[in-house]
């Protein structure tokens, strides 16, 4: 044969394979019989051209599915997709051991961390080894650390004040939030509190990440090819590239530099060092506990305790800050119970306060977090779904986004109504706030989390009672992107900024 021929065979040889394919996911295959597009059945870039193309926009198609073709929607060759609130705490139950989706949370790149770990079994014995530093009591523990940095920022917006410049609380929030967990992950902060650009440049490099989330689901291998090039080729390719690639170092660095700190002295420290127990925990056995999966845990861990909060502060401070009545409410209740605004009561007296919680809640709500539809595998046994039996090895995941804005559980969802929290029958909808997730991959730091949005906007709003929002828009604040979290156009510049007086 000659090498026309070759060609020519070989491109045959191909396209017979990819008809074949095509013929099997659309006719043979277990989910051809679930309602969907088709091209969503065929591959997975159909996916890519709204989470890539069209910059993480596949979550609101999957909505607009819904409309189309119902509760159940095959999203993916191999993933379907629920809507249907009252399924969530199934799917998500402490009970069943599924795995996390394989494909989906490939987009990090960090198997190996607690957050992306896919099987149930690993996943049970790492969490094991967070859980204790996450309990309301530990967190506890950490409390005057964290009002020694909320004073921090404090002291910032107060200096600023002076200046009467602006304070970009977008940065400024996720600023206070990194400096939070990376006290508790290495006893000591990355400074982003004491930086001039707030942490923005830090901020950038994560969101960069991020946004590259889709590209590297579709294409895995992408992220480690381009975390392995050299420095100066990155910087050329990609300035950002080369901004997480060195973030990525630096908290290598922080976990090498801590696992050869003298004991005594981390023991000294009023709350435990995360990454430093986990090192040393006999919970976790010694493959466990190498180096290099610490530091991708203590890396995942402080992903996943800063952006969400950080976003949430500045969700809250928004609303607060365009609806006087809400702003004024909250004050009143807050000035009686907080006579003197350098004493912030404890979480215990901060939590009872129910204009501040109903606060809390319609912010986690609104704001979501998490867009992403958190897919789950059965490996072995079907999932049953109404009339619909979902084989074996596929995806089925749920958004919260459509619970949490669905009007017949919430009506007028793009409203910030707190009042809502504080009807007689207000318990019945707690069962709709998802925002933590559910069952046994729910958030670990939801302790953490409550801790801080209590702390933070009960000081900020009681310190500073003539804080006034300085630019931002709703349309700036809009959610238009889901890179795991929902995210907004901008990447800050135009996000939540104030004036202290
Ligand atoms: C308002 C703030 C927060 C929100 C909305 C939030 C939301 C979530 C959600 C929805 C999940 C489940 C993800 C999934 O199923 O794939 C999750 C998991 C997780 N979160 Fe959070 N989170 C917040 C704060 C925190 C904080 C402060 C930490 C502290 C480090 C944290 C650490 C984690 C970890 C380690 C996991 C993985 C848990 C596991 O798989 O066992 N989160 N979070």
New binding site residues.
């Given amino acids: 044969m000659d090498g026309r021929g070759f060609a020519l065979v070989t491109l045959i040889g191909f396209a017979t394979y990819l008809i074949s394919g095509a013929i099997y996911r659309l006719f043979c295959h277990p989910l051809s019989r679930f309602p969907g597009p088709k091209l969503a059945a065929l591959t997975t870039l159909y996916e890519g051209y709204y989470d890539v193309i069209k910059a993480g926009s596949y979550i609101f198609q999957i909505g607009k599915m819904h409309d189309q073709y119902g509760p159940i929607v095959r999203v993916g060759p191999n993933e379907v997709h629920i809507l249907d609130p009252t399924y969530y705490d199934t799917l998500?139950s402490k009970t069943n051991r599924w795995d996390?989706y394989d494909w989906f949370?490939s987009m990090m790149g960090n198997p190996q961390a607690?957050?992306a770990?896919i099987n149930a079994d690993v996943?049970r014995i790492r969490?094991g080894a967070?859980n204790p530093f996450?309990s309301a009591q530990a967190v506890g523990r950490l409390r005057s650390t964290m009002l020694f940095l909320i004073d921090r920022l404090v002291t910032r917006m107060e200096n600023a004040a002076l200046r009467k410049e602006t304070v970009p609380l977008f940065y400024a929030y996720r600023a206070l939030?990194v400096d939070i967990?990376s006290e508790y992950a290495f006893g000591s902060t990355l400074q982003m509190l004491d930086r001039a650009d707030w942490g923005a440049s830090f901020y950038s490099a994560w969101r960069s990440l991020w946004q590259l989330s889709p590209l590297t689901r579709q294409w895995p291998s992408l992220f480690a090819f381009m975390m392995k090039l050299p420095q100066w080729m990155q910087e050329l390719l990609n300035p950002k590239t080369a901004e997480v690639a060195k973030m990525f170092r630096d908290v290598d660095q922080l976990t090498m530099e801590l696992l050869q700190t003298d004991p005594k002295s981390v023991k000294a420290k009023s709350h435990p060092t995360m990454v430093w127990e986990i090192a040393y925990s006999d919970v976790l056995p010694a493959h466990e506990r190498t180096r290099d999966r610490i530091s991708v845990e203590a890396n995942?861990?402080l992903a996943?305790?800063f952006e969400?909060?950080g976003a949430?502060l500045t969700v809250a401070t928004f609303h607060v800050l365009s609806n006087p009545n809400v702003h004024q409410r909250l004050q009143q209740e807050l000035e009686f119970a907080i006579p003197d605004s350098a004493k912030i009561p404890n979480h215990q007296v901060l939590e009872k306060l129910p204009y501040l919680s109903a606060i809390i809640k319609e912010t986690?709500r609104i704001a979501v977090?998490?867009y992403?539809r958190?897919p789950r595998v059965s490996p072995h046994e079907s999932i049953a779904y109404r009339e619909w039996v979902i084989p074996p090895n596929t995806a089925v995941g749920m958004s919260?986004l459509f619970i949490e804005h669905n009007p017949m559980i919430f009506p007028n969802p793009d409203s910030f109504l707190p009042e809502r929290w504080l009807r007689d029958d207000c318990r019945a909808l707690e069962r709709y706030l998802v925002?933590?997730?559910r069952g046994?991959?729910?958030?670990?730091?939801?302790n953490?989390?409550y801790a801080?949005?209590y702390a933070v906007l009960a000081t900020i709003i009681r310190r500073f009672p003539q804080l006034r929002l300085d630019g931002p828009t709703a349309y700036d604040m809009e959610i238009v992107s889901d890179y795991f979290a929902g995210m907004t156009r901008d990447e800050g510049g135009r996000g939540l900024k104030v004036r202290v007086n």
Avoid: D, P, W
């Avoid at 046994?440 to 939801?446: F, K």
């Fill in positions: 998500y996390k949370y607690t957050f770990t996943h969490r967070l996450f939030t967990i995942n861990l996943a305790g969400t909060t949430m986690l977090g998490a992403s958190l919260a925002t933590f997730g046994s991959r729910m958030c670990v730091g939801i953490l989390a801080e949005l």
